[in-house]
């Protein structure tokens, strides 16, 4: 399980992951573990200094651009801006069928674009906002979400021919799935990448 936020407070043991990832410690991704986890979790240095209260037995520490292995997938975390408060990155994975994953949820820009998008299949990313920045600065630091747009142009440019955009905003989530995945159809031939609007129960994956 990648990140597991406040919504996920009762239902996490229930669900019963065999591990959990975190990519930072806002709440909507990192608050489902205020009453401890039922495995063992992996989140950066940064992350854990944010979460000191929450009762998780077995805390491991990721180290940036330093690839570890989680039930058998091989993990290597990029650090992204998108908070100074809770410093945040996104992972770069391989699942079935030879497809290499890079998953970012919130984001302004990957700091290292080029080695984390690398040989990558599919961008999973931010879907806070289609076409407006949603960005401002804060001590010499950018901090917000970059708009599809943007990440679909760094996907073109890196050679990633497949996006899914989840983590979506209200003005995505407040539009009809058939509207969005038309505009987001535009964006994709825009930037020449395949892009799909994630819904809940969304399973396939293909190459």
Not at 46 to 73: G, H, N
């Amino acid at each position: 399980m990648v990140d597991c936020g406040a919504d996920w407070l009762r239902l996490v043991r229930r669900i019963a992951p065999h591990a959990i990832v975190l990519t930072h410690a806002h709440p909507d991704h990192a608050y489902g573990l205020a009453r401890g986890a039922p495995c063992p979790v992996w989140a950066t240095a940064a992350c854990w200094s944010s979460l000191t209260r929450f009762p998780i037995a077995d805390r491991r520490t990721v180290k940036p651009q330093r690839p570890f292995v989680v039930e058998d997938i091989r993990f290597t975390a990029f650090p992204v801006e998108h908070s100074v408060r809770a410093p945040a990155v996104g992972y770069r994975f391989g699942v079935a069928r030879g497809i290499r994953v890079f998953y970012a949820p919130d984001l302004v820009f990957i700091i290292d674009r080029a080695a984390a998008l690398r040989g990558v299949t599919l961008y999973i990313g931010d879907g806070a906002t289609l076409t407006r920045p949603l960005v401002r600065q804060r001590t010499g630091h950018l901090i917000g979400h970059a708009p599809v747009t943007t990440q679909l142009s760094w996907c073109g440019k890196e050679g990633v021919p497949r996006a899914i955009i989840t983590h979506c905003g209200t003005a995505i989530v407040r539009a009809s799935h058939t509207t969005v995945s038309r505009r987001l159809d535009d964006l994709g031939d825009t930037h020449g990448v395949a892009v799909e609007l994630a819904y809940d129960g969304m399973t396939r994956v293909e190459r």
